[in-house]
């Protein structure tokens, strides 16, 4: 089997051991066995956002990672109070429309997408609005790169009593996240990102005790109820409510192993020194990017399309997918811009060889190197 290198912001490139583990024995999920490995995957990504066992739980669903935002947004809602979205990219605007969908009273507080949440706009608005007791936003905003800094962003949220809830999906285990000490009640993510994974496994991290005063909320949805999805693995069975995607359990165990091997610490080393090395090439090839640099992240790149006659996307893109080497291939929303995502089992050889060909691909298709805008 050939590597191939993702730098699409997931799904992500899998080391071979990754990979080994879907092939597992047949195994009927209600064994002991099984329930062993679901029970320290629960406990391991727990761990990774340094929770305490007794106070913070994981609940696992299988779909994609949207399901996380279903579940939180459905689950989470007191009877008579409203949520708020603070919108400043693609993945919150997502969670709107699952407000939308479910007909749940929302406010969105919609923000300038290419900067960071400004904080004192969110304390203006919860001063100026009440009834608003579930607080949502986005850790990482995949399709531009931004980062937002959720701890003061929950501290706010907490001194007006609401619940703040993250999606962590493209941050978690990439970025230092902690849920005893970053003002998160919630957050959630999915295999195919951070522990790189395969996709159609995804989890919730969040403080018991709230999930325990869920049950009195309106039952909003059946399959993606998550009061009723942690009954099951702390009270029923200790299992998922309904059949579990076993071996992308398996797949998802190893993924973790091999996080703990590497450690938080190198890991975040490992993204720096990509980060700087993407940034080091786009520069010397005259690329620009979409964001100003206080307001990027360190895991997605958005860089602008050139200015010049010959530049077409498609072409760079599918010369780069036939050498082996991935992006996305749209653009997400109206902004001409391509992105570089740094979340897979890659490193900075990979980075090196992905410049070499990059620099070889706007030759071939006669693009001015450096290039102009
Ligand atoms: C990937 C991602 C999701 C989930 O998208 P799916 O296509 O359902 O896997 C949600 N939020 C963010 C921020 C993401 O990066």
Redesign the pocket.
Known sequence: MKRKILLN??PTTTSISVKKALMSEDICHREKDFVKVIEKLRKDLVKIVHGHLDEDVCILFSG???IN?DVTLNSLLEKDKKILVINNGA?STRAVEICQYYGLPYYELKLPFDEKIDVNKVKEFLSKHDNISLVYT?H???GSGVLNDVKAIGEVVHKHDAQFVI?A??SFALVPLNIQEDNIDFLFA?A??GIAAM?GLSFIIGKRKLIEKSIDYPLRSYYTNLYRQYYSFEYANKEMHFTPPTQLIYAASQGVKEYFLEGEENKIKRIKRMHELVLESLKELGFKLYLKEEHLGPLVISVLYPNDANWNFMKIHDYLYDHGFTLFPRPVGDVKAFRIGLLGAIDESDIKAFFTLLKKALITYNIKVPVSY
């Open positions: 912001p997931g994609s990672g949207t935002m993945y986005t990482h905003e995949t999606d999906t493209s999915s195919q990102k996709p």
